[in-house]
């Protein structure tokens, strides 16, 4: 079996990983379908899985070959001819696979397999987030502070009334803006009537006894309530659902509250990547003032972010932190934004140096690209945590919030078919389901926007709806071809998008405005090599913008070059995905200038820099945690692995203003309809716990 696992190694089938782990397994114990399933569980590790599934011995292709060499390796590792049953008790009867245990190298757990370090990851993480801890509340207080924190915008609501007396435009109007769930309990015609004479935003007060908070439903305000009671939220959310502006509301509730008990929490904010919690400072930063809270508890409250790792404590060359289980951090309340590029180790060495009194908020977006390494830890927690609040938690959220979820859930239950209905009320006991919120409702897009539009029907994985959004008028969306004619028109719209910022550099205005203008634009694409990779584009855009006068033509560094780090540097403060722009310092010299977290500026001598390459092109992987105004994606010409709905989705969702899409129908929609299933136990740990 090791010469067949060999000969896949030389053909490049699998990583050189693979085959030596292969071999290491082969010394302990070389019978054929052992050594075969230590191959395929590494090799499902490099493809994202944490696990073998099984059936995937009996029923699928191995290390994606043919079916006829699949089946040629099946009949080698003697599978083929031995039942489920059989197989198992084969597997187990090795030294070198148990249950858990022992401590084997691999692990055969509920019919997937495992390395025993993932399977022990999975185990914990699943431990933390099912974690009860006894939390006090006083109902009224938070009550009146939530009303207050999330008190209607009238003022808003005046300011953006739609220009028209058409009752229907009206009611929906009012439906979204005060976030109605219950639009046949309300009296409409003296409801319009109010906002239609109203002249100053005391008119519309009326709307409290006409529109009571009963029949309405922010979820956002639910999120906040469901801080208050548990020590892990959840809250998976598109773009514009307002995710940070939940957060700062949660956490001036918190405060007010540590203020009157004179337990004032101790607030991290941190994110996976530099730039994500630079935009997450921002982020936060921008809805501080907007709290309807006193001067001391706004301050109270933290705006700036950083990375895990440095939360975490990095020890140099070493892969454990300063902070673990027996070194907790000190810390009250964490919040995790873009929980989504949280890979399951990170997630356990995370959640292992909390200490146990305190509350995480996990933020993101679950349709978007699942961590680099193995796992979809937040993918995987939001699948299991569908099915409805338990009747204890809908009872609570009402009594904080106001709003009528019990009326919610049996609204919710009308939809699920008779012989479901057991499966629902069993799916709302599930603790993880009563820690959990999806926001729907975009601030930023609405019907008007082809942004906020693709998104939804690509995340839908319609085609039909993908090709009907682009066939309207929309001004902020355009779909291009794929071909000679397009390059050179891909090459003038990025020559044109970056000019900006280099004329701010002959301008000689100062680097964070350089910087800014830099972030104004980018170009994502989804491979490294090839003309539409990132390589090619590169160079086509930098010959590009030399054509322009705007950059010389030859030389590895000049004045305006953009870098994007890819390997994390600790010691520099640098990590993977953090990207800065060489610039002449005061006495000529040429260094390269990030912008880190806190909104400070890094300066370094090219020489000193980690591993980096140049950015006027980016794959979409490196772009999660950035938003772009104007982003231009381009889809290569052929359908490659790569290509999935996830993909497609996180790069459009990087748009804030306007998206330019260079791809060929055909390839859009086959990505569309590619989804990304990762392979993994924690759903069911989190569901069956």
Known sequence: MINAIKHLYQQGKIRPLDYQFARFIHELDDTPCVVMVAALISHELGRGNLCLEFSHLFHKPLFELSLANSNALRALADIDSQSEDKLISLLLSSSVISKGETNTPLILDAKRLYLYRYWQHECLVARHLLKEVKQSEDFQETRTILDRLFQRNYSTLLENRPDTSDSKALREYLIKWLDVEFPEAIDWQECIQTLLSARETADLKVFDQTIP??????????????????????????????????????????????????????????APTGKAS???????????????CSEEVRKLIPSQAGTIHRLLGVIPNRPEFRHNASNPLHLDVL????????????????????PDHARIILLGDRDQLASVDAGSVLG????????????????????????????????????????????????????INDRFCQLQKSYRFDDRSGIGSLAKAVNQGDTRLTKKVFQQTFDDIALH?????????????????????????NDQQDEKTVLDAFNRFRLLCALREGRWGVEGLNDGIRSALARCNLIPSEGLWYVGRPVLITRNAHDLGLY??????????????????FELPDGSLKHLLPSRLPEH??????TIHKSQGSEFPHTVMALPEQMTPILTRELVYTGITRAKARLDLFALPQILFKAI??????????KDRLINH
């Open 576 to 593: 993977n995905g953090d990207i800065g722009i060489a610039l002449p310092d005061h006495n000529g010299r040429l260094k390269v200038v």
């Open 213 to 270: 908070q009963h029949y309405c439903l922010n979820w956002q305000k639910v999120v906040a309530a469901m801080a208050a009671t548990q020590p892990l939220v959840i809250i998976s959310g598109g773009p514009g659902t307002g995710k940070t502006t939940t957060v700062t509301r949660l956490l001036a509730m918190l405060v007010e509250k540590g203020l009157k008990s004179d337990k004032i929490p101790d607030i991290r904010l941190v």
């Open 335 to 354: 919040v995790v934004d873009e929980a989504s590029m949280v890979d399951l180790t990170l997630m356990r060495q995370l959640l292992d140096a909390l």
């Open 380 to 431: 995987d927690i939001c699948s299991a945590a569908e099915g409805g609040y338990s009747q204890a938690q809908a009872d609570t959220l009402e009594r904080l919030t106001g709003f009528d979820l019990k009326s919610w859930t049996t609204r919710q239950m009308s939809t699920v078919k008779e012989n479901d209905v057991t499966a629902f009320f069993s799916e709302r006991n599930r603790a």
């Open 673 to 682: 309809q590619h989804k990304t299933l990762r392979s993994s136990g924690l």
């Open 481 to 505: 071809p794929v071909d000679d004619s397009s390059y050179q028109q891909l090459m003038s719209l990025c020559a044109q998008g970056y000019t900006p910022y280099l004329q701010a550099i």
């Open 613 to 618: 390459q140049t950015v006027f092109a980016m």
């Open 278 to 292: 630079a935009r997450l400072t921002e982020s936060m930063g921008g809805a501080l003032p907007a709290l309807h």
